[in-house]
């Protein structure tokens, strides 16, 4: 474990010292610069406590610490911590030199950096770069998104979850005009200044709607819980599920502040009226962000424009209808879209087969460790499938007691494995089944599975691993196998992020002219709170709150950006590739991601902090287009081809067309853009001007993007993209997407 790094030529020394870690040794090397000024945080062990008595112990502390900084007062100021009762030990602010004067120390068993755990569990917020221990970036500028308030509107929260303590927060925003409204096992005070305030619907509702419901905000079905403690849970360490994605869980802005709105009902769903009520209730409460996970692709909440017309930045999921394309919910050109990625976390569970070398690696999320030395019997339904499209085939007698292994290869490519996985696992347990192996593509999503398998191991391995499983039965009969308890593998070896196959796919199905989704966040396999506990969820509804917490961090860093000024931040500064690497789209088949599987492509919070640039609406014109929307005014075109979004669809381009964009300077005053344009294949996209110079008093320009055909092909939709670069750290881009429409009397279906 060597953390050396480059400290511009001055003089470093590598010291190596043992550390105790829970009784177990561990060699920790680091390097000491001596010309560093800068103070860090160090751990000092000492070993086992001098006195029973700890005023005793901490004394000994700052007298330690006194005599290398030379005054009480520094060491006072410098002390952070002193470990006193189990052992003897403090953490204080060095600088390099000062820690190494204490490593020299005799009785110092060792100093060490202090590192914050890896916070596994919540793996997608350092995914996404937002570094709990970085002293710099979005987090910590925007000291967490605190004084933020993130309006959620879901199926309630469960207050009891130590994601919503609100330990180290300040009081209640002022602003906040809000109630905690009581009802069943949820008291007016239940509140806190995590959860400032909660608001339930129900007049819309009938007797049987309350079945295993909460007649309050608490909330049953465990989605409002995880949605909220994702965008805005606390701290809480030693979080795991039975053992996996073992960590920290945290929300994306950790000081932000929660604002329960249960629109939504376990048996119901999420009706438009309860749903447009809180809306309304969140505009009068004062919050900063909606956060709303739900959404029909043949539905928009137009509700939502006054939201934002109040300075509320409104985050919907995308829809978990992909990957087949024109399935993207919540479309409305003032609302973020927010589709699902994965992240750099699998869980590998290995299937060993007796009397041969050759295991085989699926991902399951089986945490049993009980019987994992017990081998059984592979049943292979490879000649009758475990489903035939229309029904579950599995042998009742030959499934007790044995693994069911399953694979359809027609039919995987014709109905979604996930609609029919939930039924074969439920098959299978009834019979007694020891496990379930099923191939297939990606699917993103192993809960589906898992909630249904429990304590049985249910692993989907891929094509490649099912050819030797074949091969293996083909040899000998009857093959036994075995399962590993499934591990949890983190880093830069996945192939991350992807879009999530579930992840709804553009073009809008009913505002084409509006790109859609927006931008892509983690949704996948996501660990967060249910109840008491934690557990993993997987769709856009997970990937949402990651953006609703970067809304609220920026709002906090910079209060005052209107929604169009974040949406953009966020949209612009996306990245389309990682390590060189260009993201990836899961679906049929896998391929590079293009802007309707991620709009700008995967958020990138540390960048959309600065983004030099911004496409800035004024409400007003969100009136004017959605006024003559609701005229059902068929030529609305100018109002949404204009309406200064930062992104542009054409869904019908016949030779050319112009579109007008202005971008107000966010940045330092005095700045100097170019024009970088990707042009779709078979166009041109000219910019005037394609230099834009900003100053002091200046930081608006406008500038018109004129598309001409240059090969008329009548096909699908092509995509490339126009980016402002000022030489330096901005580079501002925006996706484009274009269907070239040569003949009204022409199709290709
Ligand atoms: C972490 O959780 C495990 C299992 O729940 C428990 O045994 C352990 O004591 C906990 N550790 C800490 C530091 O809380
Ligand atoms: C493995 O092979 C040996 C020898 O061929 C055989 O006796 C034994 O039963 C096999 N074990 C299993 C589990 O198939
Ligand atoms: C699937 O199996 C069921 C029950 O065995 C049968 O009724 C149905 O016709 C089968 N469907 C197909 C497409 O084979
Ligand atoms: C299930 O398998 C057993 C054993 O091979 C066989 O006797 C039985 O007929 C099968 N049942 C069905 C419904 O096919
Ligand atoms: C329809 O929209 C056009 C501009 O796009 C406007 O001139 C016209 O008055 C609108 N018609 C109605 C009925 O609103």
């Not at 081809?641 to 669809?649: E, Q, V």
Request: charged share 15%; hydrophobic share 40%; aromatic share 10%.
């Amino acid at each position: 474990m060597a953390g050396a790094y480059d400290n511009g030529g001055s003089h470093c020394r590598l010291i190596i010292v043992f550390f105790l870690v829970l009784l177990l040794p561990l060699q920790i090397s680091f390097v000491v610069c001596q010309q560093s000024a800068a103070k860090k945080l160090y751990v000092v062990y000492l070993g086992e406590k001098q006195h029973d008595d700890p005023e005793r112990t901490t004394a000994s502390h700052h007298d330690m610490l006194t005599a290398i900084l030379g005054s009480e007062e520094e060491a006072h100021d410098s002390m952070i911590y002193s470990y006193r009762h189990g052992f003897s030990g403090f953490s204080a602010m060095l600088t390099e030199s000062q820690a190494y004067d204490i490593a020299e120390l005799p009785e110092v068993r060792s100093i060490k950096l202090s590192v914050v755990h890896p916070m596994h569990t919540t793996r997608s917020q350092e995914f996404i770069g937002l570094d709990y221990t970085k002293p710099n970036g979005l987090l910590h500028d925007a000291n967490y998104g605190e004084g933020v308030i993130i309006g959620v509107i879901d199926s309630g929260i469960w207050p009891e979850s130590s994601s919503f303590r609100d330990h180290g927060l300040g009081p209640v925003p002022s602003k906040w005009k809000g109630i905690c409204q009581a009802g069943e096992k949820f008291s007016s005070n239940q509140c806190n200044r995590k959860i400032i305030g909660a608001r339930w619907y129900v007049n819309h509702l009938t007797p049987k709607d309350f079945e295993g419901e909460y007649k309050s905000a608490r909330c049953a079905n465990g989605h409002g819980t995880h949605v909220a403690s994702t965008a805005a849970g606390a701290l809480v360490p030693n979080v795991s599920f039975h053992g996996l994605a073992a960590g920290y869980a945290r929300g994306v802005a950790p000081y932000a502040r929660i604002a329960v709105y249960k629109a939504c009902w376990k048996a119901l769903g999420c009706d438009d009226t309860a749903v447009l009520q809180a809306i309304d209730d969140a505009i009068h409460d004062g919050v900063d962000v909606l956060s709303l996970s739900i959404g029909l692709a043949d539905f928009e909440f137009y509700g939502s424009l006054h939201a934002v017309q109040s300075g509320i930045t409104v985050v919907f999921s995308a829809g978990n209808t992909g990957p087949a394309p024109r399935t993207v919910a919540n479309a409305s050109p003032w609302t973020i879209s927010v589709a699902s990625t994965t992240i750099d976390r699998t869980f590998p569970t290995v299937i060993t087969f007796a009397n041969s070398s050759s295991d085989i690696v699926g991902q399951s999320l089986f945490y049993e460790t009980a019987g994992e030395d017990n081998w059984y019997e592979i049943y292979s339904t490879r000649y009758i499938c475990c489903f035939n499209g229309t029904s579950i085939n599995i042998n009742a007698t030959l499934a007790s007691g044995r693994i069911v292994f399953c694979y359809s290869p027609s039919l995987v490519s014709l109905v979604p494995p996930g609609t029919y996985l939930p039924s074969i696992a439920r098959a299978a347990k009834k019979f007694g089944a020891k496990g379930i192996i099923y191939s297939t593509y990606s699917l993103d999503n192993l809960v589906i599975i898992q909630e249904l398998c429990g304590s049985i191991p249910c692993v989907l391995v891929d094509f490649d691993a099912f050819h030797v499983l074949e091969n293996a039965l083909e040899n000998t009969t009857p093959v036994l196998a075995r399962f590993t308890p499934t591990r949890t593998w983190i880093g830069g070896e996945v192939l991350a992020p992807r879009i999530s196959t579930f992840s709804s796919r553009g073009p809008s199905p009913l505002l084409p002219q509006f790109l859609k989704p927006d931008v892509a966040a983690p949704g996948s396999d996501i660990l967060a709170a249910v109840q008491d506990s934690y557990k993993f969820k997987s769709g856009t509804s997970m990937a949402c709150p990651h953006v609703s917490g970067v809304a609220a961090l920026l709002k906090a860093l910079h209060p005052e950006w209107s929604p169009a000024i974040i949406k953009s931040a966020i949209v612009t500064t996306a990245s389309n590739d990682r390590n060189g690497f260009p993201i990836l789209a899961d679906g049929l088949p896998r391929k590079i991601a293009d802007p309707f599987d991620f709009g700008g492509g995967f958020i990138d919070p540390n960048r959309a902090m600065d983004p030099g640039l911004a496409y800035d609406v004024d409400p007003k014109d969100y009136t004017s287009y959605f006024d003559c929307f609701s005229a059902s005014n068929s030529s609305c075109e100018s109002e949404s081809r204009n309406l200064n979004l930062p992104s542009i669809a054409i869904p019908n381009l016949k030779a050319s067309t112009t579109v007008l964009r202005t971008v107000t300077n966010v940045g330092q005053p005095d700045a100097v853009y170019k024009a970088i344009v990707q042009s779709p294949p078979g166009m041109q996209i000219s910019v005037e001007p394609a230099i834009l110079k900003f100053c002091q008093g200046k930081n608006k320009q406008s500038f018109k993007i004129t598309f001409t055909l240059s090969h008329k092909v009548q096909g699908g939709y092509l995509f490339g993209s126009l980016a402002w670069y000022d030489g330096g750290v901005h580079h501002v881009r925006i996706p484009i997407a274009v269907r070239p429409v040569v003949s009204d009397n022409y199709a290709d279906l």
